[in-house]
């Protein structure tokens, strides 16, 4: 499904850019004669899938009455609108091209890079500048979110339309886009609205419900949707300020006629996009599925997976001294594999703090003590008193996939020698990845062969800041590089950008399996330092 989005959304061009600068604006055409109105149109419905920037829209069919002439219908015939991620207004979502069949008009969205003009390579370091992406038509929101009644928390300052954003809460996974749709001949006013203005579904309008394609029948569901009931260490009985669970939550996915063989994959995402509520119900489910395509690239290679909504968003300090992630998430994994015979690879892929809690859980499943504040880097106050029943848990991780994180050592020293040496006796595997701009993990690779790793035991790939530049995101993104570029197609060394027009990788030189190389980083972040 992946392959086939890529394609849909890289046919059309966007003209000319040069390498390094902001995408230039839409040329403007006139508009075509003979444009219908939007009281001509019988109905609208859109599709969203795996992009770039996550769970977002792809397609959108307007069906028009009997009779309408659409013979003069371009791209340039419409306006669609979304809000934004790096702030709730609304903007142009890009449409690329138009193909008519019979009165049904279908709008293609464009991928086009959302880099704003504030988007600098170098964004970390001396002279650093900054990376910044605003896209329209993303499912899952910025530094803003809605509470229950519908309510947008955005900002420093109440406004006529936000409230100040007091708690810090974002990046929330909206129930539905809110899209606008009109002719562009025809006035704001006239627009077709697929939300209210607290973002909720207008039902009996032109619109109907989205389609989401990478969700539902044969695709990934939630945990509640199937009825999984995995009791959480967060419930309401010791969690009593209105956040707490009775159960896990998490989305995952069934291969049809699955192979215990083929193993399953459980994903732990980072610390902004992990399962937060507010006690007023404010939540963000469904966050970090959306957010990017880590955990649904892995769709079709015929494992189980799973992403765990872990809760590390939600309260620092004492709140950790009730909720243990560790036991939460070996549940979940000891619940797939009990349920579905799974006699196959146990891999875990953790993001950003989902590496932390990735390296927790590991040592833990290996029979060393832990404590879950070790995810907080820095922390203080703590002792490694906690220990998992291996009577109980009688597994390890087979596969670690790390990614721009911490491999159990460069920040946060989760892995003392002792921890390194019971990982390594499991005979687990490693594949870790460090953005030029970011995270640092040669020392702890290099820790690990020290140690009695085996050989070719893990493989270590940093990729340049070029990729990630281009997209308006920044080194720490490398999760959305992985799952749009290298879920499915092989990476060939650091000579490499993204072709302006086509968005596919364009490689000086193409270097063979095995070869080494030199990744010269242009900078520092989060204390990181490299050669």
């Known amino acids: ?32 004669l003979n444009i219908p109105t939007m009281e001509d149109v019988e109905s609208i419905q859109a599709y969203t899938d795996g992009t770039i920037y996550g769970t977002a829209l792809v397609q959108v069919d307007v069906t028009y009455k009997d009779g309408v002439d659409l013979s003069g219908l371009t791209a340039d015939s419409y306006v669609l609108e979304d809000r934004g991620t790096v ?68 900002g420093k300052e109440d406004t006529d339309e936000y409230k100040a954003n007091e708690t810090g809460m974002g990046y929330q996974a909206r129930p539905n886009l809110e899209l606008k749709l009109r002719h562009c001949d025809e006035t704001e006013e006239s627009s077709a609205c697929m939300a209210d203005e607290k973002g909720q579904f207008v039902e009996g309008g032109l619109w109907l419900p989205q389609i989401n394609r990478q969700f539902g029948e044969g695709g990934f569901i939630s945990f509640a949707e199937a009825g999984i009931e995995i009791p959480t260490t967060a419930n309401k009985e010791v969690v009593t300020d209105g956040t707490g669970d009775d159960f896990v939550r998490g989305y995952f996915y069934v291969p049809e006629n699955y192979d215990p063989e083929n193993g399953a994959v459980f994903i732990l995402q980072g610390q902004g996009i992990c399962y937060w509520q507010l006690p007023d119900g404010s939540n963000d489910e469904g966050t970090g599925i959306m957010f990017d395509t880590a955990t649904t690239s892995w769709k079709n290679s015929g494992a189980i997976v799973v992403e765990i909504h872990d809760r590390s968003s939600a309260g620092p300090g004492e709140y950790f001294d009730v909720y243990d992630f560790v036991v939460d998430d070996a549940n979940v994994i000891k619940y797939f594999k009990e349920t579905y015979g799974i006699t196959g690879n146990l891999v875990v892929q953790g993001n950003s703090r989902g590496t932390f809690a990735s390296d927790i859980l590991i040592k833990a499943l290996a029979g060393r003590p832990y404590h879950p504040w070790e995810q907080a880097p820095g922390r203080d106050g703590y002792e490694k008193d906690k220990t998992l029943d291996k009577s109980v848990y ?59 790793g085996a050989e070719g035991s893990v493989r270590h790939t940093g990729y340049p800041s070029n990729i990630y530049y281009f997209w308006g995101e920044s080194d720490h993104s490398t999760t959305r590089i992985n799952g749009w570029y290298f879920a499915d197609e092989a990476f060939y060394g650091p000579d490499v950008a993204v072709d302006p027009v086509t968005k596919e990788l364009t490689y000086g030189e193409k270097l063979a399996d095995g070869d080494k190389y030199t990744l010269v980083a242009r900078g520092n972040a989060n204390g990181s330092s490299k050669d």
């Open 394 to 452: 009688d597994f390890t991780i087979d596969k670690y996939v790390c990614q721009n994180g911490d491999f159990g050592f460069n920040m946060s020293h989760i892995w003392d020698e002792d921890d390194f040496k019971a990982i390594i006796e499991t005979g687990m595997q490693a594949w870790v990845f460090d953005g030029e701009q970011d995270t640092n993990n040669v020392d702890s690779v290099a820790q690990w062969y020290a140690l009695g």
């Open 87 to 154: 702030t709730p207004a609304y903007g142009k979502v890009a449409i690329g091209d138009v193909e008519v069949n019979g009165q049904v008009a279908t709008l293609k969205i464009d991928m086009v890079s959302a880099a704003t003009a504030n988007n600098d390579l170098i964004y970390s370091g001396k002279g650093a500048g900054m990376r910044q992406r605003n896209s329209f038509g993303a499912m899952v929101t910025g530094p803003w979110y809605r509470n229950p009644e519908g309510q947008i928390f955005f």
């Open 1 to 32: 499904m992946k392959n086939s989005v890529k394609r849909l959304l890289t046919a059309a061009l966007i003209g000319a850019m040069a390498f390094g600068n902001a995408l230039p604006a839409r040329a403007e055409k006139a508009p075509a």
